[in-house]
């Protein structure tokens, strides 16, 4: 988050976060040490919220 240096943050997991940490932890430090991750998760960015530009999740478990 580039609003405050340092802050990473990934939450938001609903019904699933078990099952996507795996994932959501390799893409966390790909972003970290490499500053690109091997997966685009940029639409899940918080920006979204400010721009509007809300993901409409079509399997809510
Ligand atoms: C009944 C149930 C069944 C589920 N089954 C599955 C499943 O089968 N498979 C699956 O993949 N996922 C499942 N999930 C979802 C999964 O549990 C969550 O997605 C996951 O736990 C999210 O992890 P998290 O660390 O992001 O958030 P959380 O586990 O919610 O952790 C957030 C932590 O932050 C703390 N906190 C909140 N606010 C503050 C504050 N202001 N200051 C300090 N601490 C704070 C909370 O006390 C909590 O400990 C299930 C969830 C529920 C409720």
């Known amino acids: 988050m580039e609003e405050v ?11 699933h976060g078990f ?3 795996p994932a959501v932890g ?3 430090a790909q972003l ?3 500053g690109k991750a091997e997966v685009d998760v940029s ?5 979204r919220f ?5 993901v409409a999740e079509r399997n809510v478990i």
């Open 5 to 15: 240096e340092g802050f990473w943050c990934a939450c938001g997991f609903s019904g």
């Open 50 to 54: 400010a721009r509007g530009e809300l």
């Open 32 to 34: 970290l040490l490499e």
């Open 43 to 47: 639409t899940l960015s918080h920006r």
């Open 19 to 21: 099952m996507q940490a």
């Open 26 to 28: 390799l893409v966390l």
